[in-house]
């Protein structure tokens, strides 16, 4: 264990180009559920039921009551310390892009948090996966705030456009819907330069997100994964970190930006 970190520590301390992956692992100990695993599932249904456009035309009622209650729950989640570390390397390497999965908000709510008066905008991350505080308009596509009161007690009662009274639905990206070509493109370019990929809390198993590493590492760069778990990508990690976000993440960074002043 001592072995690998020390092996990260140096490739991080000695890359110029980085790039970081999230999924829900590094929100787990914020207490975001993760999909997959124990304590992955909603009422008994698999995500790959709930989570794609045909769920929504079928029950948009169900869909949104699922949406519903992890957007009010997340809203009463904070960032913890691996977001913080994470916003913090962001902001203090300008060469870092952060990528999530998420929708969740968090790596948003770091970098407020860490950037205090300066401008975080260096530290948002690109959310592949889109943002469940965000409404999209089925019909007109417009984007708009999402509320927290959203009233699922009848497929009458669900949100509407303000504009095209359309059906809203969660700006977040479902099984077999297209990612954002710009925000896809814009992490697949910057897997490409990187020197090295630090991926953080996912199963690696979603597409394409899931390349971002690979692209990273059929360039010629590194691969350094923090999970308690064995994934797909542990094969071709140069490290593997076995254990929590929020401890490997701050214990990684904090090193390696000590090493950076230097
Ligand atoms: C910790 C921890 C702690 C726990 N610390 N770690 C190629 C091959 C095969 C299939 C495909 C392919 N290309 C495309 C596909 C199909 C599909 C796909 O990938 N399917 C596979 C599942 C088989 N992909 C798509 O459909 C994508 N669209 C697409 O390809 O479109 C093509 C197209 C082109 C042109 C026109 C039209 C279409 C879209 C994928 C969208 C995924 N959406 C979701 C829902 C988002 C909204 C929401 O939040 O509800 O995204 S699904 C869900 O999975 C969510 C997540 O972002 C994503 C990834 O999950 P993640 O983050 O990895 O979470 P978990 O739970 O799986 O893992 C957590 C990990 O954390 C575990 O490893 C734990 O061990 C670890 N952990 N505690 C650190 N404290
Ligand atoms: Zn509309």
Not at 53 to 73: C, I, K, M
Not at 125 to 145: N, Q, W
Not at 196 to 205: D, F, I, M
Request: hydrophobic residues 40%; contains cysteine; glycine residues 10%.
């Amino acid at each position: 264990m001592i072995g690998a970190l020390e092996r990260a520590h140096t490739l991080v301390g000695d890359a110029e180009r980085i790039v970081v992956l999230t999924g829900a692992g590094v929100s787990a100990e914020s207490g975001v559920p993760t999909f997959r695993g124990s304590g992955g599932l909603w009422k008994s249904r698999r995500p790959e039921e709930l989570a794609t456009p045909g769920a929504f035309a079928r029950d948009p009622r169900l869909v949104w009551e699922w949406y519903a209650s992890r957007r009010t729950f997340v809203s009463g989640c904070v960032p913890n310390d691996a977001h913080l570390a994470l916003a913090r390397l962001a902001l203090t390497h300008s060469a870092t892009t952060l990528i999530t999965q998420n929708v969740d908000g968090l790596h948003h709510r770091a970098a407020e948090a860490v950037a205090r008066d300066e401008d975080p905008t260096g530290a948002y991350p690109l959310e592949v996966h889109g943002a469940i505080h965000r409404d999209l308009c089925s019909s007109c596509g417009l984007r708009t705030p999402g509320r927290l009161d959203v009233d699922t007690t009848s497929a009458e009662t669900l949100p509407r456009c303000d504009m095209c009274a359309g059906m809203l639905r969660p700006d977040v990206v479902w099984f077999g819907e297209a990612l954002d070509p710009g925000v896809i493109g814009a992490s697949f370019e910057a897997a490409r330069l990187a020197d090295v990929c630090l991926v953080v809390g996912t199963s690696a198993v979603v597409y394409p997100a899931a390349s971002v590493p690979e692209i990273t590492h059929q360039a010629g760069g590194t691969v350094i994964e923090i999970n308690p778990e064995a994934t797909p990508l542990t094969s071709m990690a140069a490290a593997s970190l076995r254990g929590l976000a929020g401890e490997l993440v701050p214990a990684l960074l904090a090193e390696t930006m000590i090493d950076r002043k230097r």
